[in-house]
């Protein structure tokens, strides 16, 4: 008997119930419309107790009462363009990610760097918004023209200036003061974090010259994890969830034109834990529960190895069978 395949279809985020979402809701941080459904109701006490498990820290009364506007938060996923945001919409202020960040880590090195990296000619001007300390545009080199990083955290601004990079702390005043300038804008892993999307999004597009590239790039809700909760998926961090549709409203609401979506293949370990939940439970037919659980673990390691899983992503084997991984990215067009 052939030992099973992945599952088709392993997709997180689907919508538990279709039931009315409070009266009270925000508006959509995307289409900035008000009607919405509720998915899941997540208390904060369990978030906090989480974060601070998960991270090692520990945030002050203040930072959590300023980002606790209830006992419980509220995703629903919008009746007009389908985000799932949460509702109240408090995101992180600068002192919660001060605080967060003693424990956490700003990744120096995302999939996303590397498929725009390889996408840009020489010669190119490129703003990144939501910079951090700049690992994407140090990524680039000398190849660009010119680089701009854009962050709220001053603190790393001597340091991109010392690699020859131009540091700014608010993307208003860039587009101000230089209108349709840029051959490409980026923003990673930055509008789950915002209460509306259009304070990054109308900006980036002015500072766009016609024909230039915005690249955008977000944790996909459809990407295959754990179960349980993600604290980092919850407010104060993330206020906001995303599939690939969202993408052409994005587009159509700023007048933009959506080029290409790229989703982030599975790890290797997330596809290897699904192979040995699969193949446990086809062995639990015929044995106990502890021996289906011992031989799944060594058939995952004789039957999947690295060349096997690179030969399965490069077909798009694990998009078709619905197995992503965690991030999406988007490219669009200002259009001439």
């Known amino acids: 008997m052939p030992i099973p395949t992945l599952p088709r279809r392993v997709m997180i985020g689907r919508v538990s119930g279709s039931v009315d979402a409070p009266r009270d809701i925000d508006r959509c941080p995307l289409c900035d419309h008000r009607r919405a459904h509720m998915v899941e109701i997540i208390q904060y006490d369990v978030i906090w107790a989480r974060l601070e498990d998960d991270f090692g820290v520990r945030f002050t009364p ?14 629903v996923e919008c009746d007009t363009c389908g985000l799932c945001y949460f509702s109240p919409l408090v995101a992180g202020d600068s002192d919660f990610y001060r605080e967060l960040m003693k424990g ?23 703003a990144d918004l939501g910079s951090g300390s700049g690992a994407f545009l140090r990524s680039l080199g000398d190849s660009p023209a010119r680089r701009v990083a854009v962050d709220h955290n001053v603190d790393v601004a001597e340091g ?7 540091f700014r702390s608010e993307i208003a005043s860039l587009a101000a003061e230089h209108p349709e300038t840029f051959d490409v804008v980026c923003a990673f892993q ?19 010259r016609p024909g230039g590239s915005l690249f955008v790039s977000v ?9 349980g909760l993600e604290p980092l998926d919850c407010p104060p961090h993330h206020v906001s969830r995303w599939a690939p549709a969202q993408f052409q409203v994005l587009a159509q609401r700023f007048d933009l ?27 639990h037919v015929a044995l106990n529960a502890r021996a ?8 995952r390691k004789l039957t999947l190895r690295q060349r096997v899983y690179k030969r399965a992503v490069q077909s798009g084997r694990y998009a078709r069978d619905g197995i992503f991984g965690h991030t999406m990215l988007a490219e669009f067009e200002r259009p001439t």
Do not use: M, N
Request: aromatic share 4%; net charge positive; glycine share 4%.
């Open 62 to 75: 203040t930072v959590k009462s300023r980002h606790t506007p209830g006992e419980a938060t509220t995703l």
């Open 104 to 126: 956490a880590h700003y990744e120096e090195d995302r999939w996303e760097f590397g498929k725009v990296a390889s996408a840009l000619p020489p010669g190119l001007t490129v």
């Open 160 to 166: 991109l200036r010392t690699d020859g990079i131009e």
């Open 190 to 208: 930055l509008i789950e974090h915002l209460r509306t999307i259009a304070e990054v999004v109308e900006p980036a597009r002015a500072c766009l």
């Open 219 to 227: 944790p996909t809700r459809e990407r295959t994890r754990k179960s």
């Open 257 to 283: 034109r959506l080029r290409h979506v790229q989703i982030q293949p599975p790890t290797l370990s997330t596809v290897s834990e699904l192979r040995e939940r699969a193949v446990e439970r086809w062995l």
């Open 292 to 299: 289906a659980h011992s031989g799944a673990r060594v058939l």
